[in-house]
């Protein structure tokens, strides 16, 4: 199954965790549960504001992409939540990325928590990142380092990096990141 050969077994995921309660994995869940092929027909805002609506969480949404609804837990982490397909794998995708890179790239991943199926928790970062040739010079140089330890960061943009406590730029979405060069996301982009 696309994009990895055991992404059923990477999508689902065990659901525990010490920061959600259980009602809030269930609401997930649930949602989860209704992302179907109806998806297609729906734009991103009607997508966002389906999920809102169905998962009902106390939190304030700080951030939304084309996959992923992004809420503030108010303790230093954020989650995610998939409203796509492309979303569910990026979870996913980002938990497996972060827990079997080598160290030497780690460094430079936005730091996972917890994650379950459709949902991650992540460190709160800084994503306010100037479009100046500085940090332009930044991507370009963390690029080349993931490269050297063998992942593709595929959508690695400016809108995707963060800072954080000392200051370092780190990537919050990696997402599409691959580390296995026959990913079909490698025919959409190469
Ligand atoms: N670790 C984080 N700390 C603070 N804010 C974050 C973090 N991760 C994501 N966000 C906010 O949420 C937004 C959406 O997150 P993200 O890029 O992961 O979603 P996405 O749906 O996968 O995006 P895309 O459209 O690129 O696929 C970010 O642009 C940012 O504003
Ligand atoms: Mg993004």
């Not at 169905?54 to 992409?65: A, C, P, S």
């Not at 690695?156 to 406590?165: A, I, P, Q």
Request: glycine share 6%; net charge positive; aromatic share 12%.
């Amino acid at each position: 199954m696309w994009p990895f050969d055991n992404g059923e077994e990477r999508i689902h995921q065990p659901n525990k965790s010490t920061m959600l309660s259980r009602q809030e994995i269930n609401a997930i869940e649930s949602w989860i549960s209704q992302i179907g092929i109806f998806q297609f027909y729906k734009t991103v805002g009607q997508k966002m504001s389906a999920a809102r609506k169905t998962l009902k969480l106390k939190y304030k949404i700080i951030g939304h992409g084309f996959n992923r609804v992004v809420y503030d837990l108010n303790n230093g982490y954020i989650l995610k939540v998939a409203f796509s397909e492309v979303g569910l794998i990026s979870n996913a995708n980002e938990a497996y990325l972060y827990n079997n890179c080598n160290e030497e790239v780690k460094k430079y991943l936005c730091p996972v928590k917890e994650h379950g199926t459709g949902w991650i928790i992540m460190k709160k970062v800084d994503t306010k990142v100037p479009f100046a040739i500085k940090e332009y010079t930044k991507l370009i140089k963390l690029e080349l380092k993931f490269l050297r330890y063998g992942i593709i960061p595929i959508d690695l943009r400016l809108d995707n990096v963060g800072y954080n406590e000392k200051d370092e730029m780190v990537v919050i979405d990696y997402g599409l990141f691959t580390m296995d060069l026959k990913s079909p996301v490698l025919r959409w982009f190469v």
